[in-house]
């Protein structure tokens, strides 16, 4: 898919890798300090070590995926009369679908990071130009040869932009002959596999050759979800719930392996991202004793609790 989007001058891609809460990390630190075990010391889960298929509430689990590669690349379109605003295309790849957005971007200051996204487009690296009429209108011409719906396209004429909303984006199909090549960068490639758990799923990726892992779980898709039982004592339940729940269940059982992680959770689901496959995997671990053992749960949320680590 190609992606036209205004943004700073110097592009950036989001691959959902995890950012940390800098106020749980620094409670996350703090606690560590405390006489619990360490996070290379044997970490009790439970009846961890029966078979599987003696631990009636445990599920089978279907092997491992590969996650398709993705490549994503980026491309300059110049800027503006007085250099005021820049416009790049951003264009992501996986497997034959893909996208390439637009953006602008502006500075009314150094280093601000403005910037405003444009029409996407469902086709990786597609070519566009970019002509500036004034000094706040921007003409983009696009190859009339793409299978779009131009009426769609044709709504995102007049998107402001820029200080004020003073600044318009005209779209323009033409042919492809006349829009020269732009000069694509290959900004971040990535690959996978994705293995799933007793709850949620382990992902492993490489990005430009740097490996991570990943854990997502989303509880309030489980059919025995603690959604309904973390309301009663007044928290939503998502995702942000369950930051807390993880700092609570590492605290008590690896307390150190907290630094090792970075937590972003959403909304809809926890996410755990880490460089270090063992950190990961106890995150995994933790989780699913929580989900097997009640008074395990409630114990995770009475430390984050405690620990100011948890939110409504």
Known sequence: MTLLRLSRPVLGWCMCILTACSGCRTSGEAASLGGEPSPREPVSLGDETAPREERGDQRALEGPTVIPTSVHDSAELGASPSGLYRVHLSSSQEAETGQTQPGVSWESRPNSGAGTGLAPFP?????????????????????????????????????????????????????????????????????????????????????NGERTYSFAYADAEEPDSSVEWLQERGYAGNGYTWDGIVYGLIMRHAPATWRLLVVD????????????????????????????????????????????AIVE
């Not at 460089?275 to 990961?280: Q, V």
């Not at 995997?281 to 004793?289: D, E, I, P």
């Open 123 to 207: 086709f990786p690296r597609v070519p566009m130009s970019a002509t500036w009429t004034g000094e706040h209108e921007l003409v983009l011409s696009y190859p009339d040869d793409l299978p779009v719906d131009r009426a769609a396209i044709d709504r995102w004429h007049n998107r402001s932009f820029g200080q004020g909303g003073r600044g318009r984006v005209v779209y323009r199909a033409v042919p492809r002959s006349t829009i020269p090549e732009p000069t694509w960068t290959r900004e971040s490639e990535m690959s996978g596999v994705r293995t799933p758990q007793e709850r949620g799923a382990i992902a492993a990726l490489t990005t």
């Open 265 to 308: 959770s959403e909304s809809g689901a926890l996410y755990v991202s880490s460089h270090d496959e063992a950190a990961i995997t106890t995150v995994a671990r933790l989780v699913a004793l929580a989900k097997r053992d009640p008074a395990e749960l409630a114990a995770a949320v009475e430390r984050a609790e405690r620990d100011g």
